[in-house]
C-alpha cells in the first residue's frame, strides 16, 4: 500500500491453498487483532480457499488429486 501512495486500504484479499495448515479463523482473528492504528484499520479480510491441483509429469494430464491419492487420474504415474 505504502509503495503505491495508498492512505487507507478496504480490502485485504488472501488465497489459501487447501493443504497449506493455515486456519482460516486464526488468520482472520490475527488480522482483526493487529489491524489497528494503520491503513488498514477499517479494512476487510476476504479469504479465498484455493483447491489443490496437481500435474502429471509424464502425460501432461492437470487434475484435482483426493487428499491422499496423487496418482494420475489419466495413466495412474506417480510423478506427480
Not at 490475527?30 to 492504528?37: E, G, I, M
Not at 489443490?52 to 483426493?66: E, M, N, R, V, Y
Request: net charge negative.
Amino acid at each position: 500500500a505504502v509503495a503505491n501512495n495508498a492512505s487507507k486500504v478496504f480490502k485485504i484479499v488472501v488465497g489459501i491453498g487447501e493443504m497449506s495448515s493455515v486456519e482460516p479463523t486464526l488468520l482472520k482473528t490475527a488480522f482483526d487483532t493487529f489491524k489497528f492504528d494503520t491503513i488498514a484499520s477499517e479494512a476487510v479480510m476476504e479469504i479465498q480457499r484455493i483447491a489443490l491441483k496437481a500435474d502429471c509429469l509424464d502425460c501432461g494430464c492437470s487434475f484435482t488429486p483426493a487428499m491422499s491419492n496423487f496418482l494420475c487420474q489419466k495413466c495412474g504415474s506417480s510423478n506427480t
